[in-house]
Structures are given as C-alpha cells and as structure tokens.
T-cell receptor, first 112, second 114 residues
C-alpha cells in the first residue's frame, strides 16, 4: 500500500535558522504530494502541493520539490520565525477525490 | 465564509456510551472524510463518502459508524465497541478535480473518555 515517511521531531530551531523536513514516499500509482501544517489546537491547513515530477510548490517562504527519482518531497524554509512553530505533515493522494495518506508529522519549535 | 464546521470542540464520554461528532460543510464538496489523530501517528482514515447515501470504510473503521443523508453533513458516531476512543478527530472535504485535489479540514473535536 501507499505510505509516507517523514523525519521525527521535535525539531528545535532558533529564529532565522534554516529548516528542512525530510519526506519520502512509496505509492502504487502516480501520487500528488502535499504539505499540511497544524497549529496548536487547530485543524490542518494546506501549506503547498505538487502534482507531477519536478514541480515545486511554494507558500509563505516554504518550498518543496517533487523528486520522482528519489521518491521525496522535502520541505525547506530559509529563515524561520517563531510563528512557524507547528506540526508539519507530508501527505500523498493517488486518486482524484483527495483521499490522503499521511506521514506521522514533525513538530517544529522555533525559539526567539 | 465557506468552510467546515466541527462540533463540539471538546467532548467527554463515559465508558460504554455512544457519542456523535458533527461535521458540516458549505463548500458544496462531494467527498467527506473522517480522520483520527493520535500523538506520533499522523492521521488515519476512519470512513469516507464520495456521494450522498454512500460511504466506505477506511483503515480503522472498527467501532465507528457514519451516515451521509445530506451532501453537507457527515456525522461520526463513536460506539462503545471502540476500545480506545480518546483522540483528536478531524473532518475533511474535497471535490474531485484531476490531480490538483486538496482536502479542506475542520478545526477538530477532541474526545476524551472519562
């Protein structure tokens, strides 16, 4: 079956540091890939997405590139802020309805 | 504003009781989903529905039931058969759209067994 593996947290960073969260996947079909973010006590919000190989998704300073050859979709941000503290989920779907397979989530803590 | 509304935000249940979590959307989405979130385990799919009066089991459907009588509503019942119901429950919806489909999530219901 399909699966998503992402690096374990928590990841603790100082403000303005660089962030990378690794995500790799296995899928039986050709997946679309997503990063969702969850702030404390809230639901999930879509951060960015990519639907085909070599696509780059970007939003709010975050970027991720769909790498089919390495089955990866790593999330990066060049300079984090305290407000980026959240749990980040990598996810994929292989159907047109949006049914998602999630990774375990990575908690990111940014300190002033 | 369009969105997904889950209620209540917090819910306490005594052992042996059934409880129903509400999920309503005004996005005119065809598909709706229920996920369960436990610490360190990501989100796992409980049930999903792609059309009114039809729904499918997800990966962890045992001890749960759903209905889809209206397009806007997809309530989840946590029955007494669910052995470990304490968790954060998230409802989502989507509309089929080739490869760009994204799911929209509600704010969640935190269920605690007391």
């Amino acid at each position: 079956g399909d699966s998503v593996t992402q690096m374990e947290g928590p990841v603790t960073l100082s403000e303005e540091a660089c962030l990378t969260i690794n995500c790799t996947y296995t899928a039986t079909g050709y997946p679309s890939l997503f990063w969702y973010v969850q702030y404390p006590g809230e639901g999930l919000q879509l951060l960015l997405k990519a639907t085909k190989a070599d696509d780059k998704g970007s939003n709010k300073g975050f970027e991720a590139t769909y790498r089919k050859e390495t089955t990866s979709f790593h999330l990066e941000k060049g300079s984090v802020q305290v407000s980026d503290s959240a749990v980040y989920f990598c996810a994929l779907t292989t159907d047109s309805w949006g049914k998602l397979q999630f990774g375990a989530g990575t908690q990111v803590v940014v300190t002033p | 504003d369009g969105g997904i509304t889950q209620s209540p935000k917090y819910l306490f249940r005594k052992e042996g009781q059934n409880v129903t979590l509400s999920c309503e959307q005004n996005l005119n989405h065809d598909a709706m989903y229920w996920y369960r979130q436990d610490p360190g385990q990501g989100l796992r799919l409980i049930y999903y529905s792609q059309i009114v009066n039809d729904f499918q089991k997800g990966d962890i459907a045992e001890g749960y039931s759903v209905s889809r009588e209206k397009k806007e509503s997809f309530p989840l019942t946590v029955t007494s058969a669910q052995k470990n119901p304490t968790a954060f429950y998230l409802c989502a919806s989507s509309i089929p759209r080739d490869r760009a489909t994204e799911a929209f999530f509600g704010q969640g219901t935190r269920l605690t067994v007391v």
